[in-house]
């Protein structure tokens, strides 16, 4: 058997083990923002999966199909959610500003799970100081790992 062969064969077996992305259990909750983020990558993906198939790339065209499915698939599911604009208490959408005992203050806006992004300030609706912090208004008191934050601000967008 020649070494040619061996590699091509090793990269077919590399392309079919590419697996596919995994997909939350959770509904698919959506901002604005987020829907026309899954939006945008649906448009690039499918530009790089012509280029992919012009070039006759078959490892670009596999991992890009891969991504095209998943993003597709969060389309699909997604389920735009507006804050109602008068809303006193959390919910999806909203950013929160919390403060702990030691006077620290973080804002988070609760956003989809594609969306979060923690370092600019977005957190994900499944995440635990989302989950801990729906539900309730300004003064009421979360608790996320051993740690007590109180609402502050409410603010719809």
Known sequence: MSRAFTREEDSENAIADIGERPVSEHRNLVTEKGL????ANLVALRENLAAAERE????????????????????????LSIPEADSDVVRFGMTVTIENDDGQRKSWKIVGEDEADPTHGMISHVSPMAMALFGKGTGATATVNGKEWEIVELKVG
């Not at 026309?36 to 939006?39: F, R, T, V, Y």
């Open 36 to 39: 026309a983020l899954i939006e």
């Open 56 to 79: 006759g790339n078959r490892e670009r065209i596999a991992l890009v199909s891969r991504d095209l499915r998943y993003w597709a698939s969060r389309r699909e599911t997604a389920e």
